[in-house]
C-alpha cells in the first residue's frame, strides 16, 4: 500500500472522538496516511538510564522503580496522594523519591504497591526528599519492544487541543501495526546513490528511531520524496527542449571571443553555457537563474551567450545595480566585443540630453546590438527594435516588477538572471514558476582560498604592516569602511578620519584615494580606473565597491566594522579579492564587545569561502522567520523539506529529476513505472501555485 493510499480516517482508531479528530485537523492530519506524515518535531532521548541517585535537580530521571508507599498530604479539596518509590536499576541503592499525584489521586489503584515501572520524569530536591510532580509510569510486564518509550529516542509531535505526546504515539503505533508494508515511492538507484531508505523503513524510522541517525535519515528520504514528486510534476509541464543547429556565425565569433582570453571556461562555465545556448534557439523565451558564487566567471558566460542573440539579429540588454559595475562591465565589453564588430551603448542616469537622445536613436534604429546599463535601460522612453535578451547582472539587487518592465520593451525576450547570492526565495521561485536554475560550483583553475583573518580593533598594528608587505610586492588593497564621516556616531571609524590616517602616517608614500557615493560619477570613475591601472595602489571606501568589481592585483581586503556588515554583504566584499591566481587575505576588523550573532557571522566568514554555505549559515543565523517563509504560507504544504533551509537537499533532487525528464520525459520506461503511476494516480500538489 502507498502511504497517500492510507485514507482510513484518523476518526477509526480506538479512543478519537469528535474531540480528537478536531485536534488532528488542526495540525493537518485527516487520515491514517496523515499521521504516518506527522513529522515529530524533537526526540527526547530516553535511550540512558539515569538513576534517582544521579540526576540532577531539575532533570529528568530514566529509571526502573517499585511502588513502596502510599500517602496523603493536603486537607479536603486539596488532599493529595504521594506515591513513595525506591529505584531498582540502580545496584541496589534503592534510592527512593515521592511522586506527588495533583489531581491524580486516582493513581492509588493504578500504581499498586510492590509492582515495578519504568520511570520518566523531572525531579527535583524539595523539603529534603526528591520529588516529581511531572512523571510518566509505565508497567514492566511487557518486553521492552513493547514499550514505546523507556531505552527509546521518544518523539515529540506538534500538538493541538487534547491531543498528548503519548495519544498521538499509541495512534500511530497502532496503525503502523496494521499496516504490513508500505509500497517504496523512490527508484532504487537514487536510494542508492543519495543515501536514502525504503519509504516503510522511513516512515517507521520517523516515529521509533533507534538512534539520531536514523530519524535524520528517514526525514531525508521524506523530504528527497516530497521534493522529487513536486519537482517533477511541475517540470513534466515544461516544454522539451529540443536539439538545436547553432548560426554557424555565431559559432565563429564565440570562438574567437574565447580566443582571446588566456584561459579556458571551466567545466561548469561550458555546462551551463551549452544550456543557455540550446534555450536561446528555442522559440518560446528562456527564464533561466545563472547562480555561482563571487568569481566564479558568470560574466563570461553571458557574453558569449550573447553573441548567439547578436549574431542572428537581436538586440541585448546588460543590466547591472550599480554604476560602476555597469561601467566595469562596458569597459570589459569594449575590450572583448568590439573587436567581434559588436556596437554597445552605455546607459546609465548619468548619461543625459544630446547624448542621450543619440543612443536612444540608435537603440530604437537597431544601430546598437548591446546596452549596458542600470535601471535607466527600463526608463519609459527607451526602446529597442528587437529587444531579444537580458541580462541581469546580481539579480538580488532588482525586484520582479523591474524586471518586467524591461522585459516588455522587447517580445518574449529571452531571460538571464545572474546573482552570486542563493537567496532561498528565488531558489523556490525556481521550482515553481517556470525559471530554470543553473549553477556554476567550481572556481576558475588556479585560484587560491582568500585567508580570512579576524582582527580586533586593539590588534591592528599587525594587520598594517601585512598590507604594506603586500604592497612591496606590487598588490593593491581595498579598505572599506561603513560610514562615510563623523557625524553621529563618533564611535564608528570613518573614512575620512582613517583615510587621512593612512595616507599621511601608516602609507605615507604609497598612492591611494578616497571614494564614497558622495563623490561624483566622474570622480568615481577616474578613481577606479587609476585603480584599475594601478597608478593607486589602495582605495578607501564604503562599501561603494560591493558588488562585482574584478581588479586582479588587488589581493588584499581590510573591512572595518566587520560586525556592522551582514553575511551576505561581507562575502561579497570579500569577492572583490582573490580574482586571479594570487594569494589574497582579507582583515575582518571587529569592535569588542562583539554580539553572539556577529562573532557567529564572522566565524562562518573565517572558515568558508564557499557562497552557497554562506548562505546557509546566513539563514540559520538569522532564523527562517527572517525570510518569507514559502513551508508557512500555506499555498503549498510541504510536511518534511524546507525551501529555505534544505538548499543542497534541493539542488540534488533537482538533478535527479532533470536527468530524468531529459532520457524519459514520458517516464515510459519500467523503471520509472512507479513514479508515473503515483503522479497519475494522486498528484501530490496542484500545479498552478502562485507566488
Ligand atoms: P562573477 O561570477 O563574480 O561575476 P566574473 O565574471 O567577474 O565573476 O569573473 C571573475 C574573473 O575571473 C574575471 O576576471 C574573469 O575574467 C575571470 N575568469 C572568468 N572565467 C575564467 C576561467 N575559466 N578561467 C580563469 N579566469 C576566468
Ligand atoms: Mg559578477
New binding site residues.
Given amino acids: 500500500m502507498y502511504l497517500r493510499n492510507i485514507t482510513t480516517p484518523v476518526s477509526s482508531l480506538k479512543g478519537v472522538g469528535k474531540q480528537l479528530s478536531q485536534a488532528y485537523l488542526n495540525l493537518g492530519v485527516q487520515t491514517c496516511g496523515d499521521l504516518l506524515q506527522l513529522p515529530p518535531r524533537a526526540y527526547e532521548d530516553r535511550t540512558k538510564i539515569i538513576p534517582l541517585s544521579t540526576v540532577k535537580d531539575g532533570e529528568f530521571a530514566n529509571t526502573m522503580v517499585e511502588v513502596v508507599s502510599h500517602s496523603y498530604f493536603g486537607h479536603g479539596k486539596k488532599r493529595t496522594l504521594k506515591v513513595i518509590i525506591k529505584d531498582i536499576a540502580d545496584e541496589g541503592r534503592g534510592m527512593k523519591a515521592s511522586l506527588l499525584c495533583f489531581n491524580r489521586n486516582f493513581l492509588e489503584k493504578v500504581l499498586r504497591i510492590g509492582r515495578r515501572y519504568y520511570l520518566y520524569g523531572q525531579i527535583s530536591y524539595s523539603y529534603r526528599e526528591l520529588q516529581s510532580s511531572q512523571f510518566e509510569m509505565i508497567p514492566i510486564h511487557d518486553t521492552l519492544e513493547d514499550v514505546a518509550t523507556f531505552g527509546k529516542l521518544v518523539p515529540l509531535y506538534p500538538l493541538s487541543g487534547r491531543l498528548t505526546h503519548n495519544s498521538v504515539r499509541n495512534h500511530i503505533r497502532e496503525v503502523l501495526s496494521t499496516i504490513p508494508h508500505i509500497e517504496n515511492e523512490l527508484p532504487e538507484s537514487i536510494i542508492a546513490s543519495h543515501n536514502l531508505i525504503s519509504t516503510d523503513d522511513a516512515v517507521r524510522m520517523l516515529h521509533t528511531p533507534a538512534n539520531m541517525e536514523q530519524a535524520e535519515t528517514a526525514k531525508k528520504t521524506l523530504a528527497f520524496t516530497e521534493l522529487f514528486y513536486l519537482l517533477l510534476a511541475s517540470s513534466r509541464e515544461k516544454r522539451p527542449s529540443v536539439p538545436v543547429n547553432f548560426a554557424p556565425r555565431a559559432q565563429q565569433k564565440e570562438k574567437e571571443l574565447l580566443d582571446s582570453?588566456p584561459?579556458?571556461?571551466?567545466e561548469d562555465?561550458k555546462s551551463v553555457l551549452a544550456r543557455i545556448k540550446q534555450d536561446l534557439y528555442q522559440n518560446h523565451p528562456m527564464h533561466r537563474m545563472l547562480q555561482?558564487?563571487?568569481?566564479?566567471?558568470?560574466?563570461?558566460v553571458a557574453w558569449v551567450s550573447a553573441l548567439h542573440v547578436i549574431f542572428n539579429g537581436g538586440q541585448v540588454a546588460f543590466m547591472a545595480p550599480t554604476e560602476l559595475l555597469a561601467r566595469q562591465h562596458a569597459e570589459q565589453a569594449a575590450k572583448h566585443l568590439e573587436p567581434l564588430g559588436i556596437r554597445i551603448a552605455f546607459f546609465t542616469g548619468a548619461v543625459r540630453q544630446k547624448a542621450r537622445t543619440y543612443l536612444l536613436d540608435a537603440l530604437k534604429m537597431g544601430d546598437i546590438d548591446i546596452a549596458i546599463g542600470t535601471h535607466a535601460l527600463f526608463s519609459q522612453d527607451v526602446t529597442f527594435k528587437n529587444l531579444r535578451y537580458i541580462i541581469i547582472?546580481e539579480q538580488h539587487r532588482f525586484g520582479v516588477v523591474q524586471r518586467m518592465s524591461l522585459e516588455e520593451k522587447g517580445t518574449d525576450p529571452h531571460v538571464l538572471m545572474?546573482s552570486?547570492t542563493p537567496i532561498p526565495r528565488s531558489l523556490a521561485l525556481t521550482v515553481f514558476s517556470d525559471i530554470d536554475l543553473s549553477t556554476?560550483r567550481s572556481m576558475?583553475?588556479?585560484r587560491i582560498p582568500i585567508i580570512t583573518y579576524l582582527v580586533s580593533n586593539r590588534s591592528r598594528e599587525r594587520m598594517y604592516k601585512s598590507v604594506g608587505v603586500e604592497f612591496e610586492r606590487g598588490h593593491q588593497a581595498y579598505f572599506v569602511y561603513p560610514r562615510i564621516d563623523d557625524s553621529g556616531e563618533s564611535s564608528l571609524r570613518d573614512v575620512e578620519t582613517m583615510y587621512a590616517f593612512l595616507s599621511k602616517e601608516m602609507y605615507p608614500d604609497i598612492p591611494s584615494a578616497l571614494i564614497h557615493s558622495r563623490l561624483s560619477e566622474q570622480e568615481k570613475i577616474t578613481i577606479l580606473r587609476d585603480f584599475r591601472e594601478k597608478k593607486l595602489t589602495y582605495i578607501v571606501s564604503t562599501s561603494v565597491v560591493e558588488v562585482?568589481l574584478?581588479i586582479?592585483d588587488a589581493t588584499v581586503m581590510v573591512i572595518e566594522h566587520a560586525e556592522r556588515f551582514g553575511l551576505a554583504a561581507l562575502h561579497q566584499l570579500r569577492?572583490r579579492v582573490g580574482?586571479?591566481s594570487l594569494q589574497s587575505y582579507c582583515f575582518l576588523v571587529y569592535e569588542t564587545p562583539l554580539a553572539e550573532d556577529a562573532q557567529k557571522r564572522l566565524k562562518v566568514l573565517k572558515e568558508s569561502n564557499d557562497g552557497f554555505y554562506i548562505a546557509e549559515q546566513d539563514l540559520l543565523i538569522r532564523g527562517p522567520g527572517d525570510v518569507v517563509g514559502t513551508k508557512q504560507s500555506g499555498f503549498l504544504k510541504l510536511r518534511f523539506a524546507s525551501l529555505t533551509n534544505d538548499i543542497d537537499l534541493l539542488a540534488s533532487v533537482k538533478h535527479e529529476v532533470d536527468s530524468i525528464i531529459a532520457n524519459d520525459k514520458g517516464l515510459l520506461s519500467m523503471k520509472h513505472e512507479r513514479i508515473r503511476k503515483l503522479l497519475a494516480e494522486s498528484p501530490y500538489f496542484s500545479t498552478n501555485s502562485e507566488m
Fill in positions: 582570453f584561459f579556458s571556461l571551466t562555465q555561482g558564487d563571487v568569481g566564479s566567471g558568470k560574466t563570461l547582472d545572474m552570486a556554476i576558475p583553475a588556479g562585482g574584478d586582479p569577492g580574482r586571479s
